[in-house]
């Protein structure tokens, strides 16, 4: 079975470019988080969303991020206007469950984001 | 800010050694999770302990919890080269989300 897939793997852009990520959770799935990791901050919670509804977006720096579920099978996060400071490797997660902190979670590979 | 901190922050053993990783964390909770995550690779789920339980096995792997003391250990016996990776315990945080803690970089020498 595939795992969780993302696109696209690497991203180098200018600062102000618009960026749109890419999330394909595994089939059957009903929670898929956005997580973004850097050296300094760590792994941190982004969004998640249950059932293809946003549940916690407080994790979403600001009003440049915005991130859409339009179905079980696909989500997308989008920075615009990007920023150097965005620069971090963006991982989408995926699990089946009503209680997200009690399952398993399923990484995709992540994302490399490099905003020059 | 994060609820688990990991300690220590980086450790080198030789191969066939034991390495014992340790995570506290500052509130309540309800299970404590571990992940692995090999260098440029998504995060992978090791174990999952609960609350009500005290010591977890999982092959290699050994996981404690002490709720009295909110901290949990993962010991990794018999390491391998393959087990170099860093390792993350995760607990829940508000509105039921796992919050990852800082990770301890494992490395293991052949």
């Known amino acids: 079975d595939a795992g969780v897939i993302q696109s696209p793997r690497h991203e180098v852009t200018e600062m102000g470019q618009e960026v749109t990520l890419r999330c394909k959770p595994i089939?059957?799935?009903?929670?898929l988080f956005w997580y973004r990791q850097t050296m300094m901050r760590g792994l941190e919670l982004l969004i998640y969303?249950?059932?293809?509804?946003?549940?916690?977006d407080s994790g979403m720096p600001e009003d440049r991020f915005s991130a859409k579920m339009p179905n079980a099978s696909f989500s997308t996060l989008k920075i615009q206007p990007s920023e150097p400071r965005d620069s971090a490797v963006y991982f989408c997660?995926?699990?089946?469950?009503?209680?997200?902190?009690?399952?398993?979670?399923?990484f995709g590979p992540g994302t490399r984001l490099t905003v020059l | 800010s994060q609820q688990g901190e990991e300690d220590p922050q980086a450790l080198s053993i030789q191969e066939g050694e034991n390495a014992t990783m340790n995570c506290s964390y500052k509130t309540s909770i309800n299970n404590l999770q571990w992940y692995r995550q090999n260098s440029g690779r998504g995060l992978v789920h090791l174990i999952l302990?609960?609350?009500?339980?005290r010591e977890k096995h999982s092959g290699r792997l050994r996981v404690t919890l002490d709720t009295s003391k909110k901290s949990s250990s993962l010991l990794i016996t018999a390491s391998r080269a393959a087990d170099t990776a860093s390792y993350f315990c995760?607990?829940?945080?508000?509105?039921?989300?796992?919050?990852f803690g800082t990770g301890t970089r494992l490395q293991v020498f052949p």
């Open positions: 302990i609960r609350s009500n339980e």
């Open positions: 997660a995926s699990s089946f469950s009503t209680s997200p902190s009690t399952d398993t979670q399923y």
């Open positions: 995760a607990t829940r945080g508000g509105t039921d989300k796992l919050i």
């Open positions: 089939s059957g799935h009903n929670s």
């Open positions: 969303f249950n059932n293809n509804v946003p549940i916690d």
